[in-house]
């Protein structure tokens, strides 16, 4: 008598590519993690009744089509724009409150004198920012 007998299939679930994924799971949430609010130190600050908020605007030197000078809105000359910048930055700021100055220049306007202002802006050690106009505003 020949009795056939029965194959089992076994099921077996693979564990080994599931611990990769848990690995990089974890490995991404403790990278996230670190970032979210990173060196935080939580105060509670003290209130104050003659607190005000500084509001920190930058400076805005525009040069006209004619090679006028102007600091915010104020006409000058070119011979006064380095100490009527000079005279704007606070006495006693600290190195990182560098002043932000905004370049306007006319696009048909000589080079030179874009140039002239980015030495003045690198003597006062200030940032130096330039407006340009984008391509989609232009072109209407």
Do not use: C, W
């Given at each position: 008598?020949?009795?056939?007998?029965?194959?089992r299939l076994s099921s077996?679930?693979?564990?080994?590519?599931?611990?990769?994924?848990?690995?990089?799971?974890?490995?991404?949430?403790?990278?996230?993690?670190?970032?979210?609010?990173?060196?935080?130190?939580?105060?509670?600050?003290?209130?104050?009744?003659?607190?005000?908020?500084?509001?920190?605007?930058?400076?805005?030197?525009?040069?006209?089509?004619?090679?006028?000078?102007?600091?915010?809105?104020?006409?000058?000359?070119?011979?006064?724009?380095?100490?009527?910048?000079?005279?704007?930055?606070?006495?006693?700021?600290?190195?990182?409150?560098?002043?932000?100055?905004?370049?306007?220049?006319?696009?048909?306007?000589?080079?030179?004198?874009?140039?002239?202002?980015?030495?003045?802006?690198?003597?006062?050690k200030m940032k130096m920012?330039?407006?340009?106009?984008?391509?989609?505003?232009?072109?209407?």
């Amino acid at each position: 008598m020949n009795l056939s007998r029965r194959h089992r299939l076994s099921s077996h679930v693979e564990t080994s590519s599931m611990n990769d994924i848990m690995f990089f799971l974890m490995l991404f949430f403790l990278i996230v993690s670190t970032m979210v609010n990173p060196n935080v130190i939580k105060l509670l600050l003290p209130n104050a009744k003659s607190s005000k908020q500084v509001m920190k605007q930058p400076i805005t030197v525009s040069i006209n089509a004619a090679g006028e000078y102007f600091v915010n809105k104020k006409p000058v000359t070119a011979a006064s724009l380095e100490p009527e910048l000079k005279a704007l930055i606070p006495a006693r700021q600290p190195a990182e409150a560098q002043p932000t100055v905004v370049l306007r220049v006319d696009a048909g306007l000589n080079v030179q004198k874009l140039v002239d202002v980015l030495e003045i802006g690198n003597r006062l050690k200030m940032k130096m920012v330039m407006a340009t106009q984008s391509q989609q505003a232009a072109g209407k």
